[in-house]
């Protein structure tokens, strides 16, 4: 466990040490990346010219832009952005230049730049850590009873005291310093104690320690360089993938009010995305679309340097400590060359084990043109645009800003892979730190009111059945309903594609009660069949279950009655219709007029399976008498099986009454031993000789007994077996014509 002490006398300590060390951007000149043939002239920056968001949280960012000749291109990123750009970056120079090198501002490690301090700290320390780096240096300690004390700082404990009258305890920490008079003080760290290291190399040493760890919570921003290399002016494309906030959807449902007072069965459908910009540039008037999906995507720290682990080999100095013989120095050659074998043997393990790091960090990243597919309207949008796209297929248009209208064609999608996406026309401009609402949907789109009630949810909840007629697959995301210009409820709805119809719950309906009144089930044999020692039970079942519902409102309500569904066969009778049924149920709906009760019998039919499977280890044959009883053609096929079952029963209790008697014929035998033991030698002997001969017979007699009855056993067993292999049979009810 680490332990602190109190926290002021850190920064008691802190604030003593002077600050002399320069920092690193003046201790080291930022070296010159660009290659030696590109010209140094005034670096041009590259805006974005596309954004592609995805639901995983990445986005393809494209930059487009001219050059002229020999060209630096710069790009800013922020830091957590650049290792997926390393991952990704795609750089096309398309009047047939090329690019000399990529170059961006690095730095060391802190666990690397902490290395060169002699401190011994790490990035994380503790107060005792840090007085554990000053023992033994000179240090002026003021605060402390008796007044200033200067000496060299020998350790730091902590001890265990009682505190109060209770079993309670508190941890103090004491620092032990020998004084320049040779003393050894022991003093309490506390509040008003200050520590102040005298040497002044050691001072720099923590002032350089402190700016090291102030440097790695300031992000700031990553310089990526682009070396051109062509003649003339020619167009240059620049595209990478990067970790961004995930777009949202967010729908709005609006029921214009009727002449009639009613809402009517349509309603308006707004859809709205929300976009944020955290990433290092400005969208400006950029082509914006949104993908609806998760592509494979996952993080390298490329942009890290990292530093590869080594093994340390001790020098062999142990050959030195003793004189050495000549069979000594044979051992010795053989020595280093075993040495050098094990030297090699490490650094080949080495290279396997940094190999097989490499190989499972290797993932199948798949590119983008790998899985989108481009439609011929998608290509006619992407001609029109200003500028031609490049990238990733599929991924075109733009999209209007949150104050623009919506208009026919604006919003286009296109399905690829497992994904869509929307695309509009228009540009969006987006600042970075900005966010904005981006319109992707209006329509008017049929929409009915009803409430929807389960035997799983059994309150009543107002809902909207709502039929997408757009072009557009409706993402999954949040709604809201207002009705007669109020708000009456939001909810979450999952995706929508094109023609699909969805149920939108979004109110409780508390004028609506439901109920079950009756139910009813019938089950007769159907069809039984016999085959391979299986009896196969063939019931036909016919179930009615009555639904009641209420309605006190003063409007009619229709009602979707959620009916759980069989999927094993059954079916719903031919005068029972259902509005629309899933995998697991059946919807009904039921017209329910304002003050009175309205109610639906759900009529169904389907098989019931029973097997039983016949053996000599179980007796069946109570079961088997059972369904002679109900199917009395079975008699004669399962007559034999049923005679030997009852042979076989006959000969286990024979064997069991057998074994019973062998247990008391062993007894008396055994009684009659020790009888003629104890009386050997009197006259009486003789009687307990004859009962112990008799009783010798009696158990050689129901050993032999057992021993035939359980050899009866194995054939009633072989018999049995035979007949269950062989029996076969079946049944079907008979139908009056």
């Given at each position: 466990?680490?332990?602190?002490?109190?926290?002021?006398?850190?920064?008691?300590?802190?604030?003593?040490?002077?600050?002399?060390?320069?920092?690193?951007?003046?201790?080291?000149?930022?070296?010159?990346?660009?290659?030696?043939?590109?010209?140094?002239?005034?670096?041009?920056?590259?805006?974005?010219?596309?954004?592609?968001?995805?639901?995983?949280?990445?986005?393809?960012?494209?930059?487009?832009?001219?050059?002229?000749?020999?060209?630096?291109?710069?790009?800013?990123?922020?830091?957590?952005?650049?290792?997926?750009?390393?991952?990704?970056?795609?750089?096309?120079?398309?009047?047939?230049?090329?690019?000399?090198?990529?170059?961006?501002?690095?730095?060391?490690?802190?666990?690397?730049?902490?290395?060169?301090?002699?401190?011994?700290?790490?990035?994380?320390?503790?107060?005792?850590?840090?007085?554990?780096?000053?023992?033994?240096?000179?240090?002026?300690?003021?605060?402390?009873?008796?007044?200033?004390?200067?000496?060299?700082?020998?350790?730091?404990?902590?001890?265990?005291?009682?505190?109060?009258?209770?079993?309670?305890?508190?941890?103090?920490?004491?620092?032990?310093?020998?004084?320049?008079?040779?003393?050894?003080?022991?003093?309490?760290?506390?509040?008003?104690?200050?520590?102040?290291?005298?040497?002044?190399?050691?001072?720099?040493?923590?002032?350089?320690?402190?700016?090291?760890?102030?440097?790695?919570?300031?992000?700031?921003?990553?310089?990526?360089?682009?070396?051109?290399?062509?003649?003339?002016?020619?167009?240059?494309?620049?595209?990478?993938?990067?970790?961004?906030?995930?777009?949202?959807?967010?729908?709005?449902?609006?029921?214009?009010?009727?002449?009639?007072?009613?809402?009517?069965?349509?309603?308006?459908?707004?859809?709205?995305?929300?976009?944020?910009?955290?990433?290092?540039?400005?969208?400006?008037?950029?082509?914006?679309?949104?993908?609806?999906?998760?592509?494979?995507?996952?993080?390298?720290?490329?942009?890290?340097?990292?530093?590869?682990?080594?093994?340390?080999?001790?020098?062999?100095?142990?050959?030195?400590?003793?004189?050495?013989?000549?069979?000594?120095?044979?051992?010795?050659?053989?020595?280093?060359?075993?040495?050098?074998?094990?030297?090699?043997?490490?650094?080949?393990?080495?290279?396997?084990?940094?190999?097989?790091?490499?190989?499972?960090?290797?993932?199948?990243?798949?590119?983008?043109?790998?899985?989108?597919t481009v439609q011929a309207d998608a290509l006619a949008v992407q001609e029109n645009s200003p500028v031609p796209s490049a990238g990733?297929?599929?991924?075109?248009?733009?999209?209007?800003?949150?104050?623009?209208?919506?208009?026919?064609?604006?919003?286009?999608?296109?399905?690829?892979?497992?994904?869509?996406?929307?695309?509009?026309?228009?540009?969006?401009?987006?600042?970075?730190?900005?966010?904005?609402?981006?319109?992707?949907?209006?329509?008017?789109?049929?929409?009915?009111?009803?409430?929807?009630?389960?035997?799983?949810?059994?309150?009543?909840?107002?809902?909207?059945?709502?039929?997408?007629?757009?072009?557009?697959?409706?993402?999954?995301?949040?709604?809201?309903?207002?009705?007669?210009?109020?708000?009456?409820?939001?909810?979450?709805?999952?995706?929508?594609?094109?023609?699909?119809?969805?149920?939108?719950?979004?109110?409780?309906?508390?004028?609506?009660?439901?109920?079950?009144?009756?139910?009813?089930?019938?089950?007769?044999?159907?069809?039984?069949?016999?085959?391979?020692?299986?009896?196969?039970?063939?019931?036909?079942?016919?179930?009615?279950?009555?639904?009641?519902?209420?309605?006190?409102?003063?409007?009619?309500?229709?009602?979707?009655?959620?009916?759980?569904?069989?999927?094993?066969?059954?079916?719903?009778?031919?005068?029972?219709?259902?509005?629309?049924?899933?995998?697991?149920?059946?919807?009904?709906?039921?017209?329910?007029?304002?003050?009175?009760?309205?109610?639906?019998?759900?009529?169904?039919?389907?098989?019931?399976?029973?097997?039983?499977?016949?053996?000599?280890?179980?007796?069946?044959?109570?079961?088997?008498?059972?369904?002679?009883?109900?199917?009395?053609?079975?008699?004669?096929?399962?007559?034999?099986?049923?005679?030997?079952?009852?042979?076989?029963?006959?000969?286990?209790?024979?064997?069991?009454?057998?074994?019973?008697?062998?247990?008391?014929?062993?007894?008396?035998?055994?009684?009659?031993?020790?009888?003629?033991?104890?009386?050997?030698?009197?006259?009486?002997?003789?009687?307990?000789?004859?009962?112990?001969?008799?009783?010798?017979?009696?158990?050689?007699?129901?050993?032999?007994?057992?021993?035939?009855?359980?050899?009866?056993?194995?054939?009633?067993?072989?018999?049995?077996?035979?007949?269950?292999?062989?029996?076969?049979?079946?049944?079907?009810?008979?139908?009056?014509?």
């Amino acid at each position: 466990m680490r332990r602190s002490f109190a926290l002021p006398s850190l920064l008691a300590l802190a604030l003593t040490v002077s600050i002399h060390a320069q920092s690193p951007a003046a201790a080291k000149p930022k070296p010159t990346l660009a290659p030696p043939q590109v010209a140094q002239g005034v670096v041009k920056d590259l805006p974005v010219h596309k954004v592609v968001l995805y639901k995983n949280g990445v986005g393809y960012f494209e930059h487009a832009g001219t050059v002229s000749g020999n060209q630096r291109v710069a790009i800013d990123f922020t830091s957590p952005q650049l290792n997926d750009v390393l991952q990704s970056l795609t750089v096309l120079d398309e009047g047939g230049g090329r690019i000399a090198g990529v170059n961006y501002n690095s730095t060391t490690p802190l666990a690397e730049q902490l290395k060169t301090l002699s401190l011994g700290m790490t990035e994380d320390p503790t107060s005792t850590e840090l007085f554990q780096a000053l023992r033994g240096q000179r240090v002026e300690v003021t605060g402390a009873p008796g007044g200033t004390i200067t000496g060299r700082l020998m350790s730091i404990e902590s001890r265990s005291e009682k505190t109060g009258s209770g079993d309670a305890t508190v941890d103090k920490f004491y620092l032990s310093l020998v004084a320049t008079s040779g003393a050894v003080r022991v003093i309490e760290l506390t509040p008003t104690l200050s520590v102040r290291p005298l040497d002044g190399n050691l001072q720099g040493q923590l002032d350089r320690y402190l700016e090291l760890l102030s440097t790695t919570h300031s992000t700031g921003l990553r310089h990526l360089t682009l070396n051109a290399i062509g003649q003339g002016q020619r167009e240059l494309r620049v595209s990478y993938i990067s970790e961004v906030p995930v777009w949202k959807a967010t729908y709005r449902l609006v029921f214009p009010k009727t002449k009639d007072g009613g809402d009517g069965n349509s309603a308006i459908m707004q859809g709205w995305a929300v976009v944020d910009n955290t990433v290092g540039a400005d969208w400006d008037n950029v082509q914006l679309s949104l993908v609806a999906g998760a592509p494979q995507s996952f993080i390298q720290p490329l942009s890290q340097p990292i530093y590869s682990r080594r093994p340390e080999i001790p020098i062999a100095t142990e050959e030195q400590l003793t004189p050495q013989t000549h069979e000594a120095a044979q051992n010795q050659t053989q020595n280093v060359q075993v040495q050098s074998e094990m030297m090699n043997n490490q650094l080949i393990a080495q290279n396997r084990l940094q190999s097989n790091s490499k190989n499972k960090m290797r993932g199948n990243f798949g590119s983008q043109s790998q899985t989108v597919t481009v439609q011929a309207d998608a290509l006619a949008v992407q001609e029109n645009s200003p500028v031609p796209s490049a990238g990733i297929p599929g991924a075109f248009g733009g999209i209007y800003r949150a104050t623009d209208a919506i208009q026919d064609g604006d919003v286009a999608t296109n399905a690829f892979d497992d994904f869509f996406e929307y695309a509009l026309t228009q540009p969006v401009t987006i600042h970075k730190n900005e966010s904005a609402m981006v319109p992707i949907l209006q329509q008017e789109l049929p929409a009915e009111h009803v409430t929807l009630w389960s035997t799983k949810e059994p309150t009543p909840l107002r809902a909207v059945w709502l039929e997408n007629k757009s072009k557009l697959t409706l993402d999954s995301g949040s709604f809201s309903i207002f009705e007669s210009g109020e708000f009456a409820g939001e909810g979450l709805l999952d995706p929508i594609h094109p023609g699909e119809k969805r149920l939108l719950s979004y109110a409780a309906d508390q004028a609506v009660r439901v109920k079950v009144i009756n139910r009813n089930s019938l089950r007769t044999l159907h069809h039984v069949q016999v085959l391979n020692g299986a009896i196969v039970e063939t019931h036909l079942n016919v179930a009615s279950l009555t639904y009641s519902a209420t309605n006190s409102a003063d409007v009619d309500r229709v009602l979707l009655i959620e009916h759980p569904r069989h999927n094993n066969g059954w079916s719903l009778d031919s005068d029972v219709k259902a509005a629309e049924s899933s995998t697991n149920l059946y919807r009904f709906r039921l017209a329910v007029p304002a003050h009175s009760t309205a109610t639906l019998e759900v009529r169904e039919h389907g098989p019931e399976h029973n097997t039983v499977y016949l053996n000599s280890n179980q007796d069946q044959t109570t079961y088997m008498l059972d369904l002679v009883k109900r199917v009395p053609d079975a008699l004669e096929s399962l007559k034999p099986v049923i005679d030997a079952q009852k042979a076989l029963t006959d000969l286990d209790r024979r064997i069991s009454a057998s074994k019973e008697a062998e247990k008391s014929a062993e007894a008396d035998e055994g009684r009659d031993r020790d009888n003629l033991t104890a009386l050997k030698g009197n006259d009486a002997a003789r009687r307990f000789v004859d009962e112990l001969n008799r009783a010798e017979d009696q158990l050689q007699a129901t050993r032999k007994q057992t021993a035939d009855l359980e050899e009866q056993k194995k054939v009633a067993v072989e018999k049995l077996n035979k007949l269950i292999a062989e029996l076969s049979f079946k049944w079907d009810v008979r139908i009056e014509k």
